[in-house]
């Protein structure tokens, strides 16, 4: 099979075709995680960490899933996260019967084992279960080799990779197909598999109860309570899921897949499964809104020892261990509907200058909770030493376009100097304040309008919904940002959505969708002017911006009511998570 540049495709896994985007629901552990589909096939998992190779990527066309489902096709399905976790639950109904299937990735994580579980519980009636694993590493083009059952427990591997499944010792491993089996269950039945992928050959029993136990207890303490938050359900889930994104290095992907299309046949897919510094930031700002965390911890390490290791050669976005993100490449698979398949990231190799001014908001709100470390100081002052020789050189900005003098950038680090001016003492602080004042002079001078608001950019008459961010976090700047936010409005928003910015000569929505951060951003900035109502309009309608597993993607197609781009995205449940503290009056931060 050949695309229309020549170069040749495999075919899709037609065992496990695609559903919309609003669908999937997502399992994660920190280190990596899994896309579920609702019929309870698992159809992407990169292994061991995220951004190894995948050993399922159906999603994306490639070989390779996991499916636990009824053997009668004709039933319908539905599912929830037990809340606080993302512990899924899917529910499926047939004629006879009613299925739960209980699934999770085992905490506590290593960065080189994972460990599926999947618990099968008959609620209702006679369940005919049909299993169906077939592990595909290297993005579907290799196989395990030498499957073997043993005490119960199959095994097989790669030079890379091995694999034990417990759970399915009536189950045939078949050359071409893999593993495949089925169980009959009656009312009140449970059944587990234990799938677990790892670096070395593991010798520890794949305990089911004990695993599920361990995986409890570590959500329950993970996660804090939110009850007195906005929409504190929702509000809990955001922070369940910037904790499954988070690694144990401290870094957090900004979603867990890559190549999902932000717009059909547009070219526009990228790979997501790298720590982009600014969206730790936003992460960490939202959570130490909330209170100090560990995830505020997580973020200021990460960040620190990336400007620390780095300075002016700092990246935008790095593996999760630190290390720089490859360029972009094909896999030679079909990808999904609409889109290409890709892995790496161009845009690690950017330099963008409103990542030192989001680094020293998120070190000025450590401080404020006292979690300042010594290293995250030194940090700060390697910030500021780059941002005195870099402010005025033209750079990519927060949406990664062509190297321009952003508005939005300048006023980024103007707000993360000012904020670190209040924390640190005397020559120090001093520095920064004087700093502040400069960009924001020469940035005065650039790009404020006549009329009173901000510019796109120095040489961009246009509305930019990324200014809104400062305005979110309240940093002000000789005026109160009434005209900069009204005009976005204006502009930028229709039906209760808010675009990023104008393509010229396409209507809002043609050629991208509603971008979720800014719908919550323009939440927390109109909640600063004090309309606190039209805030509420503003968070309402973007939250409800999800699908049935409640996960936020980059942008949301407006007229379909569908998802664009990958999944779950972390800054913009991250804001989500910020609005529902701020909103309610709850914030530990200015």
Request: charged letters at 25%.
């Amino acid at each position: 099979m050949n695309d229309s540049e020549g170069r040749r495709t495999m075919s899709p896994d037609l065992s496990s075709p695609p559903w919309a985007l609003r669908e999937y629901a997502v399992l994660a552990d920190g280190e990596r995680g899994a896309v579920l589909d609702p019929r309870g096939r698992i159809v992407w998992l990169c292994a061991p960490r995220w951004h190894d190779d995948a050993v399922f990527s159906a999603l994306i066309g490639g070989a390779g899933h996991f499916a636990v489902e009824p053997a009668d096709p004709w039933h319908v399905w539905g599912g929830s996260y037990v809340e606080g976790t993302l512990i899924r639950v899917s529910r499926w109904v047939t004629a006879d019967c009613v299925v739960e299937c209980r699934e999770a990735l085992a905490l506590p994580a290593r960065p080189d084992r994972l460990v599926l579980l999947r618990r099968m519980r008959v609620v209702r009636g006679e369940a005919r279960l049909r299993l169906d694993l077939d592990p595909r590493p290297g993005f579907g083009s290799g196989r395990m080799h030498a499957p073997r059952l043993e005490d119960g427990v199959w095994t097989a591997g790669t030079q890379e990779l091995r694999l034990r499944l417990a759970g399915a010792p009536e189950a045939v491993w078949h050359t071409e197909t893999g593993l495949r089996g089925g169980f009959v269950l009656r009312e009140g039945d449970a059944h587990d598999l234990v799938l677990e992928l790892a670096r070395q050959r593991e010798t520890d029993p794949l305990d089911a109860d004990a695993l599920w136990a361990a995986t409890e207890r570590e959500w329950r303490q993970a996660v804090p309570d939110c009850s007195r938050l906005a929409a504190p359900r929702d509000a809990r889930h955001a922070y369940a899921v910037l904790h499954g994104l988070t690694s144990s290095s401290g870094g957090m992907v900004a979603a867990a897949t890559t190549s999902l299309p932000e717009r059909a046949n547009s070219g526009r897919n990228y790979d997501y499964r790298y720590a982009w510094l600014r969206d730790q930031c936003y992460a960490g700002l939202a959570v130490a809104a909330h209170g100090p965390h560990p995830l505020v911890d997580d973020a200021v390490r990460f960040v620190a020892e990336r400007i620390l290791a780095d300075g002016d050669g700092v990246r935008p976005a790095y593996t999760v261990d630190g290390r720089p993100v490859g360029r972009e490449r094909s896999l030679r698979l079909p990808g999904y509907p609409g889109g290409t398949d890709h892995v790496g990231n161009d845009a690690g190799a950017q330099f963008q200058l409103d990542t030192f001014g989001e680094a020293l908001q998120l070190f000025a709100a450590a401080a404020a909770h006292d979690r300042l470390t010594g290293e995250a100081e030194r940090a700060a002052g390697l910030c500021v030493d780059v941002v005195e020789r870099q402010w005025l050189k033209p750079e990519a900005g927060l949406w990664e376009l062509e190297n321009r003098w952003w508005t939005h950038s300048r006023l980024s680090v103007v707000c993360g100097l000012r904020r670190m001016a209040e924390v640190l003492p005397g020559a120090s602080g001093r520095r920064c304040a004087e700093l502040g004042d400069a960009v924001l002079r020469e940035t005065r001078r650039r790009c404020l309008d006549a009329d009173g608001r901000w510019r796109r950019a120095a040489d961009d008459d246009g509305p930019e919904a990324a200014l809104l961010v400062p305005m979110a976090r309240g940093c002000e700047f000789g005026d109160d940002g009434t005209a900069t936010r009204a005009y976005i409005e204006s502009r930028l928003a229709e039906d209760g959505y808010l675009y990023r910015f104008e393509h010229p000569g396409q209507r809002l929505g043609e050629a991208e969708g509603a971008f979720l951060l800014c719908g919550f951003t323009m939440a927390l900035a109109t909640h600063r002017v004090g309309d606190r109502v039209g805030a509420f309009r503003w968070f309402e309608r973007t939250r409800a911006a999800c699908g049935p597993p409640g996960l936020f993607a980059e942008e949301y197609d407006v007229r379909q009511r569908q998802l664009r781009g990958n999944l779950p995205q972390a800054f913009v449940h991250a804001l989500m998570l910020e609005c529902a503290v701020r909103l309610a009056g709850e914030s530990a931060l200015p």
